[in-house]
């Protein structure tokens, strides 16, 4: 059974671009939410999505937006990308008690 | 509001000792539930274990243990025979269970823990 699943690993993009980020939670997880990380913090949490709707929202600006698809997995979009925006983007997929993470993908804004 | 402390961004142990971990929380919910996460130098946030509010017994896993004392808000990780491969940021997290468990986490800063041969 895989885990939950980041694409991709490793992205660098120029300040001013879009972005999309994709995640693929663990089997029989239907809850996805993402989270930021920059360098020497703890994950920071952008939004969580469930059945397809988006259903709470950390602090960040409307330039992360987000979307899940019908099997459960989601996508992350940012624009107008800042260099502040340089960061660890975490997926998780949640299920009653449990929270698993992906791999992450490290987003680098030049 | 909820908010989650570890006070000790660093941590060093000899291989094969034990080592404790201290996070201690805020919250007004009366049911919630607190993480443990590692991370290595990759990136990934690899759960540890998990302990409900309103569970009785600590909880273990392996190695690991949690030592909740629920009157103190505190939640700290216990490693026991301390490994190489567990040198790693630890996180302490907690999700409020209010809404059936899909809150999101709330995280701590993180202790850096080095494991000495």
């Known amino acids: 059974d895989a885990g939950v699943t980041q694409s991709p690993t490793h992205l660098i993009k120029t300040r001013g671009q879009q972005v999309t980020l994709r995640c693929s939670p663990k089997s029989g997880h239907d809850t996805v939410s993402w989270y930021q990380q920059a360098l020497g913090q703890g994950p920071q949490f952008i939004f969580q999505y469930y059945e397809e709707e988006e259903r709470q929202r950390g602090n960040f600006p409307d330039r992360f937006s987000g979307h899940q698809f019908p099997n459960y997995s989601s996508e992350l979009n940012v624009n107008a990308l800042l260099l502040g925006d340089s960061a660890l983007y975490l997926c998780?997929?949640?299920?009653?008690?449990?929270?698993?993470f992906g791999q992450g993908t490290r987003l680098t804004v030049v | 509001a909820q908010k989650i402390t570890q006070t000790q961004p660093g941590m060093f142990v000899q291989e094969k000792e034990a080592v404790t971990l201290d996070c201690t929380y805020d919250?007004?919910?009366?049911?919630?539930?607190l993480f443990w996460y590692k991370q290595p130098s990759s990136g990934e946030m690899i759960f540890l274990i998990y302990?409900?509010?309103?569970?009785?017994q600590n909880a273990t896993e392996g190695r690991y243990s949690l030592n909740f004392q629920k009157a103190r808000k505190s939640a700290n990780l216990v490693i026991s025979a301390s490994q190489l491969g567990d040198s790693a940021m630890y996180f302490c997290?907690?999700?409020?269970?209010?809404?059936?468990?899909?809150?999101?986490?709330?995280f701590g800063a993180g202790t850096r823990l080095a494991v000495h041969p």
């Open positions: 302990q409900g509010s309103y569970d009785e």
């Open positions: 998780a997929s949640s299920w009653d008690t449990e929270a698993f």
């Open positions: 997290a907690m999700r409020g269970e209010f809404s059936g468990g899909y809150n999101k986490l709330i």
């Open positions: 919250t007004s919910d009366q049911s919630y539930g």
